[in-house]
């Protein structure tokens, strides 16, 4: 037992690893040049065009386009990433693997996981077959070995993520790192069986991206940004809001509270910076000396204000603006500093076709929430019943469940106002769990999909409510709480409650009152920034190696969309719970 002392005579068993191979192979930034092909780069660097791919995700498929002035990653000297990460008609792997079941897995996991279905699965195990998947039971899942091609799925970013492995790595690092046993590395990379090195690209199933921070379908190393600044850095940022006032009387504090709660831009904006001045401060207790500047744009769609600011300000110095509000302004000033280099974050903003690079939009879009949920949904599905009620303006969601879980069922409506009671009642389940999803903006039938859905919520018929955009028909001061509740409502949030006493003290303290959701806000984007320019003084080449980092009711994972610019994908997952709005634990399984 492991609890046993060693005694002299004992006979103990010492795990003996391969001897590793070190190769040190770094990767760096390459700009292509005019004329330059995949193959030329490839070729110059002594790599495949497959490599060069797996090195660049974000490559497209359908296209050898190469533009000048593309970075791409390249390795300083030869790396080798293996044929096994290639999928080829001649592909040989181990015939299966061993596998544990752990608690609450089903074939629709396993599937998704290893690409062996439930019947093949069946085949090679007779016990499986017998008595069904049950947890603790050692059952072989077959790999892609005697499989024609037309069997195998292709290996690239849309099914796998990749991790290039670092200097000094073994088998035990390795396995630590990835969460995964080395036996089921090997059967990912057969490669792995000729000895571990440096720069080594392997594969892990996309189910598993969860469990790490995944830019580009790479996996990123851990970097703890507050451990990380570099005291000699001053970061310069310029902020930019319609604080609005040329239209606020700021001698007389009574009218002055009138006209501030009549303006909601200028609500926003001093929300926005009184967070902004906390994240000011605590940056500053840890050493870090800043320079902040902020500017009255006044109204929310004075171009002519910003550039009259621009002008007058000399921009070069400023390692990031942030603001204004509104996307003619935002766009505005992303032209100006787009020659510069200078990153402008927008803190209201989702992804907007402005054609500038060097914006970061700090709002999720609705398609990455739509995402993010259904990702959730599909991690803890077993075999649920799902059911949609949606009107006939949110056809595009109720099609993206639709392909997500095409097994779906869809409530008809009544002048696309009403539920088809007992439509809903028969398309229910009383064997199963029951998922439904309501899709709707209009707040009458948010409120009489959410009482129908409850009622119908008993004791032979469990029922889960979900939607895949929390909008104003969701307003929890017009809709029934209690209900909600009652069917552990679930959706996708920009935010989270703020819960964090420290912030709530400080804030208080600070202004008097209790901190909304825009004071969150301007913390959470000012501290985001600030620790990020401290870390290293280029917010772009920060969003490339930081993965997601989270602060007080607000998180950030940036994806550079090229001329989009970079958008944020950090998304939470909220529930009701016993009258209480909670994030939902990471609850996806590790296979």
């Not at 995949?38 to 002594?46: H, T, V």
């Not at 970097?223 to 006032?245: E, G, H, T, W, Y």
């Not at 302004?329 to 020659?339: F, L, M």
């Not at 709002?363 to 949609?388: G, W």
């Amino acid at each position: 037992m492991y609890s046993d002392d060693v005694k002299k005579g004992m006979i103990l068993r010492i795990p003996h690893f391969k001897k590793v191979e070190i190769k040190e192979v770094v990767l760096k930034s390459y700009i292509v040049k005019a004329k330059e092909t995949r193959w030329s780069i490839a070729n110059k660097y002594g790599i495949t065009v497959d490599s060069l791919l797996l090195l660049n995700p974000d490559l497209p498929k359908s296209s050898n386009y190469l533009a000048e002035g593309q970075e791409l990653k390249i390795p300083e000297r030869n790396i080798v990433v293996r044929d096994s990460l290639v999928k080829t008609g001649s592909e040989k792997v181990p015939d299966f693997i061993t596998y544990t079941v752990p608690a609450k897995m089903n074939f629709y996991r396993l599937e998704k996981a290893y690409g062996v279905t439930e019947e093949k699965i069946k085949e090679i195990n007779p016990l499986v077959k017998e008595k069904g998947l049950q947890e603790g039971m050692n059952i072989k899942i077959p790999t892609l070995k005697g499989q024609s091609s037309s069997d195998t799925q292709v290996v690239n970013s849309e099914n796998f993520i990749f991790y290039v492995v670092r200097q000094g790595q073994g088998e035990m690092s390795l396995s630590r790192d990835l969460g995964v046993s080395f036996s089921e590395l090997i059967a990912f990379n057969p490669a792995l069986k000729d000895g571990i090195k440096s720069g080594m690209v392997l594969k892990l199933p996309k189910s598993r991206s969860t469990n790490f921070t995944v830019k580009n379908s790479l996996i990123l190393p851990k970097i703890n940004l507050v451990d990380s600044i570099n005291v000699a850095v001053r970061p310069k940022v310029m902020v930019l809001l319609p604080f609005r006032l040329d239209k606020i009387d700021v001698n007389n504090s009574s009218i002055a509270k009138k006209d501030i709660d009549k303006r909601l831009d200028t609500k926003i904006s001093l929300g926005f910076y009184s967070g902004m001045q906390l994240a000011l401060e605590t940056i500053k207790k840890k050493g870090v000396s800043v320079d902040v500047t902020a500017f009255d744009t006044q109204s929310t769609k004075s171009v002519d204000r910003v550039k009259e600011i621009l002008e007058q300000e000399n921009i070069a110095n400023y390692g990031a603006i942030i603001g204004p509000l509104d996307p003619q302004s935002i766009q505005e000033v992303a032209k100006k500093t787009a020659g510069l280099q200078i990153p402008v974050v927008s803190p209201n903003l989702t992804e907007q076709q402005i054609g500038f690079g060097n914006t970061f939009y700090t709002l999720p879009s609705n398609e990455v929430l739509r995402a993010k949920i259904l990702d959730y949904v599909s991690s803890i599905y077993t075999n649920q019943n799902i059911v949609i009620i949606a009107d006939s303006k949110h056809k595009e969601a109720s099609d993206a469940i639709m392909a997500k879980f095409p097994k779906a069922k869809k409530v008809s409506l009544i002048k696309d106002l009403t539920i088809n009671i007992n439509k809903l009642k028969y398309l229910l389940s009383k064997k199963v769990d029951n998922f439904v999803f309501v899709e709707t903006s209009n707040l009458a039938l948010s409120k009489h999909a959410t009482s129908v859905v409850n009622s119908l919520n008993a004791k032979d018929t469990k029922v889960r409510m979900f939607t895949t955009d929390l909008n104003k028909a969701f307003d929890r001061d017009d809709v029934d709480n209690l209900l909600l509740s009652n069917l552990n409502f679930t959706y996708p949030s920009v935010n989270k409650e703020i819960t964090d006493e420290e912030f709530n003290k400080m804030y208080r303290f600070k202004f008097g009152a209790n901190p909304d959701k825009y004071a969150a806000r301007g913390f959470d984007i000012m501290y985001d920034v600030l620790l990020k320019l401290a870390y290293k003084n280029d917010l772009f080449e920060v969003s490339k190696i930081v993965g997601e980092t989270e602060y007080i009711a607000n998180k950030f994972n940036y994806v550079n969309k090229q001329n989009a610019g970079f958008t944020n994908t950090a998304v939470y997952i909220m529930q009701y719970n016993d009258m209480k709005i909670e994030e939902v634990e990471k609850v996806v399984p590790k296979v």
